[in-house]
């Protein structure tokens, strides 16, 4: 018992994590050992990991305020007419949100998973494979994070925040991150080799374009706006674009329930796909 | 035959048996001779994993020229055209899409496969071990970068004809001007690659490079829309001049005074690059 304390007493992040949650009665407490890790592992390489954050700013001087410069105004949220930077920032918003937790969810994990052998290594302590998921999706989550508070205090700073309801958009942006991170993770199971990471950019490159990030859904025939409805970005892009704007309806609790639905399939799935793979 | 020998003067005299004829041995070949076995070599790569990187190749600039061309588009097209010269908006932004892919191709393709050339699949340590020089193994992948640029470029400008973006018979100029800008990427971008000893450079390359390059060169809106400090920096970028080349191409609005200095500009670039590459692959390969 008393090298077990040793062991775990420098583990800040852990005892704070633990004492916050309750100790030992979380479910998944392994997993919090496990976001430690990546984050003792990327501690050295924050500038990579924090560089992330600055391409949807880039996207928001270029497209919000320059081609907007062209746009003027559209029509946002509620009907009224808004500056289009002002339209486009929170679609941008939830789009650091998904940047920060696709990439770590697929090519990090996928690297993991294939080349380090991390979880062949994680499963042979008392760590299960369902820990390893959770703690995989909750390292995403944090790193969308790390790209969705920045752009946060940019657009704050910007004057593109016109209501309070603002302050919601964050953990609106996580569940977005989650969302994508669970069903990330779970795709990433069943890739092959590094060939197949070019569907995640067939699939990631017109989820970025085409979700209502650049312009309202009216744009659309009728046909394509209903498939753009099952986006998990659209949805996220609508809960963002309508707290930013400050017109919170009922509606957007149906929007948060099919990402968590989404974001909880994956979980599931991931868990059961590691344990096939690695569990023999 | 029996004799194995290799003799210096003409046939060989000791021993039963016919007289075998010995020729001298070739000389290295000069030039680019040389480079072109080092660019067969990937073409026989190439032809395994061609499949996973079409889609990507081809789809990606499609989608672009969907949501900003026309989903955008049809934003901007409501306030008249006139900042963009007069025509809609899509005809304005799909040579510039044409470009950046040829950008992002010859970028990610001088960057990832070169480092890897060396530290990953290491074809490079294994090209040395071969009669090509620093310098053929260089200018034979970039011979290879150069056919991809021109297959994506081909592909994007058959679609912008589909699609009737083509206002001129200049744009049979295109595919040459966006092959040109690619390989003034290729060059110097490769270049600095095999000099690499850690990867997280090359991400660098891609989040403070290509990206503002692609979002801020005249690319989805005229420079002249940009604050006036930025506007001589937007002007200086290679990316802006093959934009302006191939925009002035596609809408029949080419000035010859203009065209020349974009087209000297990015010849210069690629042979500053091809200089440079020379050097660096040599002290990479032969250290």
Redesign the interface.
């Known amino acids: 018992m008393s090298r077990v304390a040793t062991v775990r007493s420098p583990s800040s992040l852990y005892s704070f994590a633990s004492a916050f949650f309750g100790a030992s009665s979380l479910p998944g407490k392994a997993a919090l050992r496990l976001i430690e890790r990546h984050a003792r592992f990327y501690r050295r390489m924050w500038l990579v990991v924090l560089s992330g954050a600055v391409e949807p700013l880039f996207y928001l001087f270029s497209v919000g305020v320059g081609v907007g410069g062209l746009i003027g105004t559209v029509t946002g949220p509620g009907g009224v007419p808004v500056p289009y930077k002002t339209f486009v920032a929170p679609g941008l918003l939830a789009v650091s949100a998904l940047n920060g937790a696709l990439n770590d969810s697929t090519f990090n994990v996928f690297g993991r998973l294939k080349w380090e052998k991390l979880y062949d290594a994680v499963l042979a302590t008392p760590v299960g494979p369902g820990e390893v998921a959770l703690g995989e999706i909750g390292w995403a989550v944090l790193r969308g994070l790390l790209y969705s508070v920045p752009f946060l205090v940019v657009m704050a700073a910007l004057g593109l925040i016109t209501s309070p309801w603002a302050l919601l958009a964050l953990p609106g942006a996580a569940l977005i991150s989650f969302a994508v991170a669970a069903v990330g993770v779970a795709c990433t199971t069943f890739m092959r080799s590094w060939q197949d990471f070019e569907y995640v950019v067939l699939v990631s490159v017109p989820l970025f374009l085409f979700s209502g990030t650049f312009y309202p859904l009216s744009v659309y025939p009728h046909v394509i706006a209903v498939i753009v409805e099952w986006s998990p970005l659209y949805q996220g892009v609508v809960i963002l674009r309508d707290l930013v704007l400050g017109y919170p309806s009922l509606s957007l609790l149906w929007r948060a329930a099919y990402l968590l639905l989404l974001g909880l399939a994956g979980l599931a799935v991931a868990g059961r796909r590691i344990a096939r793979l690695l569990l023999v | 035959m029996t004799s194995t020998h290799s003799l210096a003067n003409g046939t060989a005299s000791d021993g039963p048996g016919p007289a075998v004829t010995v020729r001298p041995l070739p000389a290295v070949p000069g030039g680019w001779e040389l480079a072109v076995r080092a660019f067969r070599c990937w073409l026989v790569m190439y032809r395994r994993?061609w499949r996973?990187?079409v889609?990507?190749s081809v789809?990606?600039p499609l989608?672009?020229l969907?949501?900003?061309g026309y989903?955008?588009g049809?934003?901007?097209d409501?306030?008249g055209t006139a900042?963009?010269g007069g025509v809609p908006?899509v005809v304005f932004v799909a040579p510039a899409v044409l470009v950046v892919q040829a950008m992002n191709t010859a970028i990610s393709n001088a960057m990832f496969p070169v480092f890897g050339g060396i530290h990953w699949n290491k074809i490079y340590v294994a090209a040395r071990a071969t009669m090509l020089r620093p310098a053929d193994i260089y200018r034979g992948h970039l011979l290879f970068i150069a056919l991809r640029i021109a297959m994506n470029s081909a592909c994007f400008v058959v679609i912008m004809a589909a699609f009737g973006l083509i206002k001129s018979v200049w744009a049979v100029a295109l595919l040459p001007a966006s092959v040109l800008l690619g390989f003034a990427f290729a060059a110097p971008v490769a270049a600095w690659a095999v000099t690499l000893r850690t990867q997280?450079p090359m991400?660098?390359v891609v989040?403070?490079g290509s990206?503002?390059l692609m979002?801020?060169s005249g690319t989805?809106?005229p420079v002249s829309?940009?604050p006036g400090w930025l506007r001589p920096l937007a002007y200086a970028t290679p990316l802006w001049h093959g934009v302006a080349l191939c925009r002035a191409l596609s809408t029949g609005t080419v000035d010859a005074g203009a065209a020349a200095i974009h087209v000297g500009y990015l010849v210069v670039m690629a042979a500053i690059g091809l200089w440079w590459g020379s050097r660096t692959y040599y002290r990479r390969l032969y250290v």
């Open positions: 994993t996973s990187s889609w990507s789809l990606g989608f672009y969907g949501a900003m989903g955008l049809s934003l901007v409501r306030n900042a963009l908006y997280t991400n660098y989040r403070f990206i503002p979002l801020f989805f809106f829309s940009l």
